[in-house]
């Protein structure tokens, strides 16, 4: 299989990368830079440079490509998160569908996954405030790709409420639109795992047009 990534150096973007070639996959690792700092120094990796809100700059690279997988994070500068997001995904979009690739993976937020009280996380009162809007602009995204991506075979993969650099273990839950957490009330999974669950959706194609989510 190959496989665009875009934001390939970030957190997960890295790990998705590495997953993916551990399975046999040639990868594209897509940037802004162009750098593969950070990256398995493998002969099926490409390193490119990328400015996804560029239609006609990402369909020339997801050309020839079975799947496209969007690592790209909102702003964190201060500034409303949301209208970028939004509109490097609209860009992104038109892009694939000019290249005619229509498989698109999205890295998502875990603030639209419903909780036991009938409210999305992010509308909860203990959400940490401070990743309160990056959270609304990934319920937009996601709400965005329901509404407005009908003809690409998009998921959208939420993380758990706590997501960080740890170990591969294989081993964790999946789920759909509800929060997963643990009998003691938390919610965790590693970024590596994250990426595991994520090219397993890649290599199955199980949730086309809807969201997951994956925890311990």
């Not at 319920?139 to 170990?167: C, K």
């Amino acid at each position: 299989m190959k496989i665009l990534v875009i934001g390939a150096t970030g957190m997960l973007g890295s790990r998705i990368v590495a997953e993916a070639l551990n399975r046999g996959c040639q990868v594209t690792a897509a940037s802004r830079s162009g750098r593969s700092d950070g990256l398995p120094a493998d002969p099926t990796l490409t390193a490119v440079a990328l400015d996804a809100a560029v239609p006609s700059a990402v369909a020339e690279q997801a050309a020839g490509h079975d799947a496209v997988v969007s690592a790209v994070s909102p702003p964190r500068d201060g500034s409303d998160p949301a209208a970028p997001l939004l509109g490097t995904y609209r860009s992104l979009v038109e892009g694939l569908r000019t290249a005619g690739v229509r498989r698109l993976i999205a890295v998502g937020g875990a603030g639209s996954l419903k909780t036991a009280s009938g409210q999305d996380r992010v509308d909860n009162p203990d959400f940490p405030a401070v990743y309160k809007a990056e959270a609304l602009a990934q319920r937009d995204l996601l709400n965005l790709l329901r509404i407005e991506v009908t003809d690409l075979d998009w998921t959208y993969v939420s993380p758990a409420d706590h997501i960080a650099p740890g170990e591969r273990t294989g081993t964790f839950r999946r789920g759909g639109d509800h929060l997963l957490t643990a009998t003691d009330g938390s919610s965790f999974i590693s970024a590596e795992d994250y990426a595991v669950a994520l090219v397993d959706e890649l290599e199955t194609d199980d949730n086309i047009r809807r969201r997951i989510t994956v925890a311990y």
